[in-house]
């Protein structure tokens, strides 16, 4: 399959992204498969070079593509690194969107955690009621427990063989991460109920009580969902002084 010309005389970015992308689904290249030179696209696609550029800087920001000077422009492997670097930002500016992902993390979480109950371990529940300890600690010191929170949710879902569920669940925690760098997500008021919502799912999960696990989980987020929607508010209260 070859790259089909663009037959409108001042063809757009995007018109050429589409095609660019068509010919890579149909042409069903794989990740590490070469894409024809930059020159050879233009005269193929019959299109001028800068906006042939222009497309595939967009292409690249995306991570359909990666272009390596010198060697050439490649298929990129299936990654949701584009999707993370917009979100940390976006979610400064606006709390609803945060709110979002968050409903979406607890619902997928709560639509696996049965899976994790059929496969839990003494040794995870062990893991996992480790885990809470060092938060306690921490909470003891003041200090915040986003870190052992992230630790926490790996452990809970290491077993379940869903690479892209672990992906996303990812996402969510470097955008957490990256806005504690912004404002304070969690205060030492906080950290008790925070902790105990984990008990909680623990103990649900060593008596291998589904309907307790599913509810605790769907309902794991609702102070933290308040916290942020407080914090993002002062911090853009703090940007408008």
């Known amino acids: 399959m070859s790259l089909k010309p663009i037959t409108r005389r001042h063809a757009t970015y995007q ?25 050879v696209m233009a005269k193929t ?30 298929v990129r492997a299936f990654n949701l690194d584009a999707v993370w670097s917009n979100l940390n930002y976006n979610m400064l ?21 049965a899976e994790v ?30 870190n052992e929170d ?29 806005m504690k760098q912004h404002v304070e997500l969690v205060n030492a008021t906080d950290l008790p109920s925070a902790i105990h919502r984990h008990v909680l799912l623990v103990e649900s999960l ?3 009580d589904v309907a307790a696990l599913q509810h605790y989980t769907l309902h794991h987020s609702d102070g933290f969902l308040e916290r942020v929607n407080r914090a993002v508010d002062n911090y853009r209260q703090m940007l408008g002084d």
Do not use: C
């Not at 696609?45 to 920001?61: D, F, G, H, I, K």
């Not at 968050?102 to 709560?110: C, Q, S, Y």
């Open 45 to 74: 696609l019959q299109v001028n070079r800068s906006t042939l550029r222009e497309a595939l800087r967009a292409l690249q920001l995306l991570g359909v593509i990666d272009v390596k000077h010198g060697h050439g422009t490649f």
């Open 150 to 178: 992230e630790a926490f949710h790996i452990a809970l879902f290491a077993q379940v063989e869903n690479t892209f569920l672990k992906r996303l669940l990812a996402i969510f925690w470097q955008t957490v991460k990256q």
């Open 117 to 146: 109950a059929e496969q839990v371990t003494k040794e995870q529940i062990a893991e996992l009621y480790g885990i809470i300890n060092r938060m306690r600690t921490r909470a003891s010191l003041d200090e915040q427990i986003i």
């Open 93 to 113: 500016l606006d709390a609803t969107e945060l709110r979002e992902v968050l409903v979406v993390r607890t619902r997928l979480e709560a639509a696996f955690i």
């Open 15 to 39: 018109e050429i992204i589409d095609r660019i992308r068509n010919y890579i689904i149909e042409s069903e290249l794989k990740p590490g498969d070469r894409l024809p030179s930059e020159p």
């Open 206 to 208: 060593e008596r291998g």
